[in-house]
Nanobody, 124 residues
């Protein structure tokens, strides 16, 4: 199965910046998209940003130009640069990978994978 390793979370003050990284590994045949979601305590998991294999990004409205997603297709890695962070950005951030893996038959099988989550806390 595809495994995702995230890094970059932390505690910082409002207005600060943080960069999250996520690397996918495993029997990847092709990658459709990678992205970031976040979940605050007691709330649903929401999309933050995604980037597809053509490097086309999609952002949630609440990003408001503060975050930038980028990726390295060759390394199956995605980054999220977050600037002007607000207390309401506090959440566990989860990396998501969508694509196909080589199945037992040798043919590609569509699937997705999630990282374990990295905590981002914005507080004064």
């Amino acid at each position: 199965q595809v495994q995702l390793v995230e890094s970059g979370g932390g505690l910082l003050q409002p207005g600060g910046s943080l960069r999250l990284s996520c690397a996918a590994s495993g029997p990847i045949f092709s990658t459709t998209a990678m992205g970031w979601y976040r979940q605050a305590p007691g709330k649903q998991r929401d999309l933050v940003a995604t980037i597809d294999s053509g490097a086309r990004p999609t952002y949630a409205d609440f990003v408001e130009g503060r975050f930038t997603i980028s990726g390295d297709n060759a390394k199956n890695t995605v980054y999220l640069q977050m600037n002007s962070l607000k207390p309401e950005d506090t959440a566990a951030y989860y990396c998501n990978w969508r694509g196909s893996i080589r199945g037992a038959s040798g043919y590609p099988v569509s699937t997705d994978a999630w990282g374990q989550g990295t905590q981002v806390t914005v507080s004064s």
